[in-house]
């Protein structure tokens, strides 16, 4: 398949190409953009559990072709056992990254997935069954697929924290060594449970046999994560927020997620006339990389759970807000930089079907491989989001039961005269708003083909998976003068691969005027897009 595509029947785009081949498969068929997206996504967490799971939480952003918006929001909750004062006993400061008190909230995911299914049926006029749906995924796990060359190397770098757990290396590595890439690599536990799942729909992942299933075998790995925590959640539809850009209205999803840090960026940016400057200049990533600081304060001073932390966000993205950011600005010096949230390992994906009806949607289980615990012999491998909650009581995100944790996950999509015009998104942390704001200004300011927004170079802020360091990480491809101009002003600039993988998996669909659609995957990933 390609990395680029084009069509007025409806476009895919997915970091792995098999998805891209089961949303392609759906939108040819003549199902709607639910309907394909939830073929896209339930395989991905076949073909890339390393990143993504029917054990982690997930976001989809929805939007007719009228431009009615529609947020799912599946952010699950802390379980009830869970306190600052139990990891206390424990002798902790901190949550543990890894396993079984890793593994310390609810998984929204599947909850997001039968929301998107009735939401479909009820307002898309979609005819697609749940089953159906979903029978790529399931043939994905019991057939086998080629392996990722990804989903071992990331296995082997974090050995040292992953190894010691026998359920999830007995799956991904059974002779001690992970999967190599090429090989076929089946998932037999996972088959079953995606065939309960298509026989009992999402209800039985919370409250049916898959759930029970589920949480004993989390309870036998000791997560305090308990069938009623399961039982109690259902996912959250909600009204998406929005910013002016240019022509248009850039929207994504509100707290818990951090896509207010991605909306306040274009805000900012909306103030500067950007093609002045080259895409790959000094001038232009300065810019971007200042608009991001300004952001990642406010974001990380406002946005948790907003049920027990309401964030300003309509005055924080309102004009005169956005403008007075941009006006403290300085273009000439960095200003200084602390620390970011860290890692994330995540999948995004879009679709937009031949009636211009578009999703943008985001699974994840934070770390790579999540919390390490895979739910007993359900092949579930279960997230470890709830290590980013803060046992400080006077953080804005500190841990209480039932409370949602700060979410790096957000879908975004840009619409122009009330209707889709971009659906992008990416993986990657701290670095999803800033590759956002790469991705919409090189589309919409530089008008760039939708490949070379893709391929173009990239920098990051602040840590991702696999990094430690809080440093300005540019990929080498850009010219030496833009990193010695960059020193210069102030900016601690390190030097990375040409293609990293730091820089996360991106993709983008563009609406053009006559309503044909363009899509393209991102060139650091497996992925690929495909038209109907």
């Not at 949607?361 to 290590?387: C, D, F, L, P």
């Not at 953080?395 to 944790?405: A, E, F, I, T």
């Not at 809080?470 to 293609?499: I, T």
Request: include cysteine; hydrophobic fraction near 40%; charge should be negative.
């Amino acid at each position: 398949m390609s990395r680029y595509a084009q069509s007025s029947r409806g476009v895919v785009t997915s970091p792995h190409f098999l998805a891209t081949a089961a949303g392609q498969a759906v939108l040819a068929a003549g199902g709607n953009a639910i309907e394909a997206a939830l073929a896209v996504g339930s395989t991905l967490s076949v073909v890339y559990p390393h990143m993504n799971s029917l054990g982690g939480d997930g976001f989809w952003l929805l939007c007719d072709k009228s431009g009615t918006l529609t947020g799912l929001d599946g952010a699950g909750p802390a379980g009830q056992a869970y306190t600052p004062d139990f990891y206390a006993g424990q002798g902790l400061n901190t949550i543990p990254a890894r396993g079984p008190h890793a593994a310390n909230t609810v998984a929204g995911l599947v909850s997001v997935w039968g929301a998107a299914h009735t939401f479909s049926r009820t307002h898309w006029g979609g005819r697609l069954s749940w089953q159906d749906v979903f029978e790529p995924a399931r043939g994905h796990a019991e057939d086998g697929f080629a392996c990722s060359a990804s989903q071992g190397d990331f296995l082997t770098q974090k050995w040292a924290e992953l190894g010691g757990f026998q359920t999830l290396t007995g799956i991904y590595a059974p002779d001690g060594r992970p999967t190599p890439a090429g090989a076929v690599f089946r998932q037999p536990q996972l088959a079953e449970s995606l065939r309960l799942l298509q026989r009992d729909g999402a209800e039985g992942f919370y409250r049916g046999e898959l759930g029970r299933r589920v949480a004993q075998g989390l309870a036998d790995a000791g997560s305090l994560l308990s069938a009623e925590d399961l039982a109690a959640f259902n996912c959250r539809k909600v009204d998406p927020i929005s910013v002016r850009y240019r022509n248009g209205l850039a929207v994504n999803m509100p707290p818990p997620t951090q896509g207010l840090a991605s909306l306040l960026i274009l805000g900012q940016l909306d103030h500067f006339y950007l093609a002045r400057h080259s895409h790959l200049s000094a001038d232009y990533v300065h810019l971007v990389v200042e608009a991001t600081k300004q952001a990642f304060r406010l974001r990380d001073r406002h946005v948790a759970d907003p049920d027990h932390v309401a964030a300003p966000v309509a005055e924080l993205l309102s004009p005169a807000a956005t403008a007075d950011l941009a006006d403290a600005i300085d273009v000439t010096r960095a200003a200084p930089w602390g620390r970011g949230v860290g890692p994330a390992d995540t999948v995004w994906f879009g679709v937009v079907d031949a009636k211009g009806r578009a999703v943008s949607a985001i699974q994840s289980i934070y770390h790579e491989y999540g919390s390490g615990v895979v739910a007993g012999e359900t092949g579930i491998i279960w997230q470890n989001r709830g290590a980013s909650f803060s046992l400080d009581p006077r953080h804005v995100n500190v841990l209480k039961p039932g409370k949602r944790p700060f979410h790096t996950l957000n879908p975004a999509m840009y619409l122009e005269n009330g209707r889709p015009r971009l659906v992008y998104g990416t993986m990657g942390g701290d670095g999803q708003p800033q590759t956002q704001a790469a991705v919409a200004t090189r589309a919409l300011d530089y008008r760039l083909p939708l490949p070379e927004v893709l391929d173009s170079p990239r920098w990051l802020l602040g840590r991702t998976w696999g990094q430690s360091s809080d440093s300005l990480k540019l990929e080498g491809r850009f010219a030496p003068a833009v990193f010695d101009e960059l020193a210069r002003r102030g900016h601690e600039v390190e030097r990375v691969d040409d293609y990293a993988q730091m820089m996360g998996h991106a993709g983008v669909i563009r609406v053009l005027d006559d309503g044909t659609c363009e899509a393209a995957s991102d060139p650091r990933s497996d992925g690929a897009a495909a038209g109907a």
